[in-house]
């Protein structure tokens, strides 16, 4: 009964309601959307990202979700190191677009200290990235490519090295065997220089055959997606042995040509960071700051070196002539300003990168990976870019001023963010699967 008078009401109300209603409730709904849709934009610009996006990350999920996932987190984790594991896949961990040879400078390190420069978790993140860069579905039934798909996984880099002569026995046209034998096998750069520019005429030839037969199936797509791939990544290591053998304008050229690249393989290597660290060699900061205009963009992801590097240049405009006695007593110019505040930005983003520009902290040799905000980023930044800021007069001392000053800006960076989201808890966990035992973690 009491249904039945339920169900009578609603029919009641619904009928009762006049055209002018359905307007009215039209009109509302949509100025409120605009409202929403105007704070929403405001928010994206100034901060960069969605304030829907941000609660919904950090406070509803959790409070649907929360239960559950640490539940299900428990049951999935049996000791530490698996827990540090799912730590670490919670942070995105990319690849360095700067890494350096294993055979021509890491391997060199390991005979002059006797110790491991790469963690086994960073090798293993190498070996996945060269099994999806270099292999393909296409390779079946091929002993070539087979022997490289297991090859990149193996532990010993001696079986490595004999697996890539392997594939090359059966097959001398097997460039991702050539790819490794430079990597790994070569104990210069001019060495690694060489076997790369072989397989740089292998690479171009096996891109233009598949090129021709890419429309004649789903396979026939997927070898030309690993030619490509294999092509641009040699053409991406020659221009870096080319900058490392002094060869700059050659270098340049080169990762110019690759950014105009469009296949997806080139959001993993970054090769602007390639493009920026070779231009300030050269102190072409014009075309630095053409190269920053392009990628400091507010809807594209963020860098030490993006952020680091702009900092260098507005602080190029006022640092030999900055003072802070002159500083405290009339105050900051509008171009010192600037500058701080730059500084501030690149600090809030990664906070670590300081220590090691200042020699505060010992560098050590980069990671192949590195986390984003994370000490092993600013080992990668400060490696290649310390002598791009020891190279500018009084850069190093505007920084040693004023970056310690973004912290009384944000004194609970772990909590709340300025320009970025917090600064994220997960990246020491991160950092200690990428960074080697021996080095004191910022």
Same mark, same amino acid.
Request: aromatic share 10%; net charge neutral; hydrophobic share 40%.
């Given at each position: 009964?009491?249904?039945?008078?339920?169900?009578?009401?609603?029919?009641?109300?619904?009928?009762?309601?006049?055209?002018?209603?359905?307007?009215?409730?039209?009109?509302?709904?949509?100025?409120?959307?605009?409202?929403?849709?105007?704070?929403?934009?405001?928010?994206?610009?100034?901060?960069?990202?969605?304030?829907?996006?941000?609660?919904?990350?950090?406070?509803?999920?959790?409070?649907?979700?929360?239960?559950?996932?640490?539940?299900?987190?428990?049951?999935?984790?049996?000791?530490?190191?698996?827990?540090?594991?799912?730590?670490?896949?919670?942070?995105?961990?990319?690849?360095?677009?700067?890494?350096?040879?294993?055979?021509?400078?890491?391997?060199?390190?390991?005979?002059?200290?006797?110790?491991?420069?790469?963690?086994?978790?960073?090798?293993?993140?190498?070996?996945?990235?060269?099994?999806?860069?270099?292999?393909?579905?296409?390779?079946?039934?091929?002993?070539?490519?087979?022997?490289?798909?297991?090859?990149?996984?193996?532990?010993?880099?001696?079986?490595?090295?004999?697996?890539?002569?392997?594939?090359?026995?059966?097959?001398?046209?097997?460039?991702?065997?050539?790819?490794?034998?430079?990597?790994?096998?070569?104990?210069?750069?001019?060495?690694?220089?060489?076997?790369?520019?072989?397989?740089?005429?292998?690479?171009?030839?096996?891109?233009?055959?598949?090129?021709?037969?890419?429309?004649?199936?789903?396979?026939?797509?997927?070898?030309?997606?690993?030619?490509?791939?294999?092509?641009?990544?040699?053409?991406?290591?020659?221009?870096?042995?080319?900058?490392?053998?002094?060869?700059?304008?050659?270098?340049?050229?080169?990762?110019?040509?690759?950014?105009?690249?469009?296949?997806?393989?080139?959001?993993?290597?970054?090769?602007?960071?390639?493009?920026?660290?070779?231009?300030?060699?050269?102190?072409?900061?014009?075309?630095?700051?053409?190269?920053?205009?392009?990628?400091?963009?507010?809807?594209?992801?963020?860098?030490?070196?993006?952020?680091?590097?702009?900092?260098?240049?507005?602080?190029?405009?006022?640092?030999?002539?900055?003072?802070?006695?002159?500083?405290?007593?009339?105050?900051?110019?509008?171009?010192?300003?600037?500058?701080?505040?730059?500084? *501030?930005?690149?600090? #809030?983003?990664?906070?670590?990168?300081?220590? +090691?520009? $200042? &020699?505060?902290?010992? @560098?050590?040799? !980069?990671?192949?990976?590195?986390?984003?905000?994370?000490?092993?980023?600013?080992?990668?930044?400060?490696?290649?870019?310390?002598?791009?800021?020891?190279?500018?007069?009084?850069?190093?001392?505007?920084? *040693?001023?004023?970056? #310690?000053?973004?912290?009384?800006?944000?004194? +609970?960076? $772990? &909590?709340?963010?300025? @320009?970025?989201? !917090?600064?994220?808890?997960?990246?020491?966990?991160?950092?200690?699967?990428?960074?080697?035992?021996?080095?004191?973690?910022?």
């Amino acid at each position: 009964m009491a249904l039945l008078f339920t169900s009578m009401w609603d029919a009641t109300f619904f009928n009762s309601l006049t055209p002018r209603f359905y307007v009215a409730l039209t009109g509302t709904s949509s100025f409120i959307s605009g409202i929403i849709l105007a704070f929403e934009w405001w928010y994206f610009k100034k901060y960069g990202t969605s304030f829907i996006e941000q609660v919904s990350l950090n406070h509803i999920s959790p409070w649907i979700n929360g239960t559950d996932s640490v539940s299900d987190g428990n049951n999935s984790n049996f000791n530490g190191s698996n827990s540090n594991q799912q730590n670490v896949s919670e942070c995105k961990v990319w690849r360095n677009p700067i890494n350096l040879f294993r055979g021509a400078e890491y391997q060199r390190f390991h005979w002059a200290t006797n110790k491991d420069p790469l963690t086994y978790y960073d090798m293993n993140l190498s070996a996945q990235d060269h099994q999806t860069f270099f292999t393909c579905e296409g390779d079946t039934g091929k002993a070539e490519y087979e022997i490289m798909q297991t090859a990149w996984r193996e532990r010993n880099p001696a079986v490595r090295v004999k697996a890539a002569h392997s594939a090359l026995e059966r097959n001398p046209d097997c460039a991702p065997a050539y790819i490794l034998l430079a990597e790994e096998e070569a104990t210069t750069i001019v060495e690694a220089e060489r076997i790369l520019k072989q397989a740089l005429k292998i690479a171009e030839n096996n891109y233009r055959k598949s090129q021709s037969t890419q429309h004649q199936g789903a396979i026939a797509e997927a070898i030309h997606r690993r030619d490509t791939n294999v092509l641009i990544y040699v053409k991406r290591r020659l221009a870096m042995c080319a900058r490392k053998l002094g060869k700059l304008k050659e270098a340049v050229k080169m990762f110019r040509d690759l950014t105009k690249e469009v296949p997806s393989i080139m959001n993993a290597l970054n090769i602007h960071e390639n493009l920026i660290e070779a231009l300030l060699e050269m102190q072409a900061y014009t075309d630095v700051q053409a190269v920053l205009a392009k990628y400091d963009d507010i809807s594209l992801p963020k860098s030490a070196t993006i952020c680091y590097t702009a900092a260098l240049l507005k602080a190029r405009v006022v640092a030999d002539k900055f003072s802070t006695d002159i500083a405290s007593k009339r105050g900051l110019t509008t171009p010192e300003m600037i500058a701080v505040e730059a500084i *501030h930005r690149a600090v #809030e983003f990664n906070p670590h990168v300081p220590k +090691y520009l $200042l &020699e505060m902290k010992p @560098l050590i040799l !980069p990671p192949e990976h590195v986390l984003k905000r994370g000490d092993s980023e600013a080992i990668a930044y400060a490696f290649f870019h310390l002598a791009h800021w020891k190279q500018m007069e009084g850069a190093l001392n505007l920084l *040693h001023c004023t970056w #310690e000053g973004t912290f009384r800006m944000l004194p +609970y960076p $772990l &909590e709340r963010g300025h @320009l970025f989201y !917090p600064y994220p808890s997960c990246t020491e966990c991160a950092d200690r699967e990428l960074l080697p035992s021996f080095h004191d973690r910022s």
